[in-house]
């Protein structure tokens, strides 16, 4: 089992920067993968980046490449999605995520543990 929780949402304008954080339970996170999903109101919850156990291997959707960074500290086991250039359609509840491996995965399907999610909100 692996709990998670999710903190650093907030209100924002457009073209701001914010940083969430994921805070794990498990104290061989390192041997687990964690991905950020974001979900808008009405829209099915999308992939929005993930890194593996090691932190070597990260993986973005398009939409965000180049504007979000996604990092992890397994000594505190932590995992960090710096969003910078946010935009007004990015408003969404975010949420991190672990698969039972440590391979990146892409699909919400992939994974196992999810936290409750942290509002972000991005004022135009």
């Known amino acids: 089992q692996v709990q998670l929780v999710e903190s650093g949402g907030g209100l924002v304008q457009a073209g701001d920067s914010l940083r969430l954080s994921c805070a794990a339970s498990?104290?061989?996170?390192?041997?687990?993968?964690v991905g950020w999903f974001r979900q808008a109101p009405g829209k099915e919850r999308e992939f929005v980046a993930a890194?593996?156990?090691?932190?070597?291997?990260?993986s973005y959707a398009d939409s965000v490449k180049g504007r979000f960074t996604i990092s992890r500290d397994n000594a505190k086991n932590t995992v960090a999605l710096q969003m910078n250039s946010l935009k007004a359609e990015e408003t969404a509840v975010y949420y991190c995520?672990?698969?039972?491996?440590?391979?990146?995965?892409?699909?919400?399907?992939?994974?196992?543990?999810w936290g409750q999610g942290t509002k972000v909100t991005v004022s135009s």
């Open positions: 498990r104290r061989t996170f390192s041997m687990n993968a």
């Open positions: 890194i593996s156990g090691s932190g070597f291997v990260t």
């Open positions: 995520a672990c698969p039972v491996c440590a391979s990146v995965q892409r699909t919400r399907a992939g994974y196992n543990y």
